[in-house]
């Protein structure tokens, strides 16, 4: 139901259900049914009892746009002062540890490949890929966990629960996304996840200065809600982007006779 919109009578079966994560999910249906008294009091619980997750945050944001009322955010009040860009040409062989493996999982068929809604005119692996192939992305991981805690260190001085209460243990879930012209992906966030990030395997060519772009925001800005906030990040081959996972995150269509390749992942708690 929540998958379909069907918000009144999803929030039914999330009530009923009375887990820890359906309250989450709850929280969700009321955004969406504009249920503001009850959207506040459920928060009102979370905050009491200092529950930081990113889809709580998100939707804290979401609210202040929609509902002119801020609220307590105890994952990340301003999310987009923490986007982050990093070159890794300049930190690794990344024709070696990123281009090559990921050729290979695609070219061989070694991870099945699944449709995604979200998706238009491309591929995803699915599952994920680091569990299904560990020793063959065993530097990619390397690579990641070390800018994730780069990333860590670059911010430690915030206050942001983002930071503030960054998970002792944590795993990585990825997928490979293989796009051919036209592609897009549409606005999105990754609610298990804790930062979410993108390595830009293969980035043809712009016809258009914004084609292909990352674009990260409050809201799904076709909504066109006043003082919404975005953020277009120019990406090329080589590029990695880390971002809190509360943020909505979407591509903008291109236009090339190359396929543009991504290598997305999530940075999980345990």
């Known amino acids: ?20 994560n359906s309250k989450y999910y ?18 009102d619980d979370f905050i009491f009892r200092g529950i930081a997750k990113p889809i709580i945050g ?8 929609k509902f002119n009322v801020s609220g307590t955010n105890l994952f990340c009040s301003d ?8 070159d890794l040409n300049a930190q690794c062989d990344f024709g070696d540890v990123f281009v090559k493996t990921a050729k290979t999982v695609l070219d061989e068929g ?24 560990p020793e063959l992305t065993k530097e990619i991981q390397k690579v990641i966990r070390r ?23 944590y795993s990585l879930s990825g997928w490979l996304l293989s796009m ?16 979410s990030g993108s390595i830009y395997i293969n980035v043809p060519e712009r016809v258009l200065p914004e084609s292909g772009n990352l674009v990260v925001c409050i809201e799904d800005d076709r909504l066109d809600l006043d003082g919404n906030q975005k953020e277009s990040i120019d990406v090329v081959t ?21 396929e543009r390749i991504v290598l997305a992942f999530d940075m999980v708690p345990k």
């Open 238 to 258: 080589g590029s990695l982007c880390l971002f809190p996972a509360s943020l909505l995150h979407y591509t903008v269509p291109f236009e090339s006779e190359e």
């Open 180 to 195: 051919k012209s036209g592609g897009e992906l549409q606005p999105h966030m990754h609610e298990n996840g804790w930062l």
């Open 1 to 20: 139901f929540y998958i379909l919109k069907q918000y009144s009578e999803a929030a039914d079966h999330f009530k009923s259900a009375n887990t820890e």
């Open 26 to 43: 709850l929280l969700g249906c009321y955004y969406y049914l504009n249920e503001q008294i009850k959207f506040f009091e459920l928060l």
């Open 147 to 169: 800018e994730l805690e780069k990333y860590r260190l670059s911010f430690q001085d915030s206050e942001e629960g983002l930071i503030r209460s960054w998970p002792a243990e």
């Open 58 to 65: 998100s939707l804290v944001c979401r609210a202040a746009l």
């Open 110 to 133: 070694k991870v099945p490949e699944r449709r995604q809604g979200l998706l238009t005119n491309g591929q995803q692996t699915y599952g994920n890929l680091f569990d299904l192939e």
């Open 79 to 86: 999310p987009l002062k923490y986007v982050s860009k990093i």
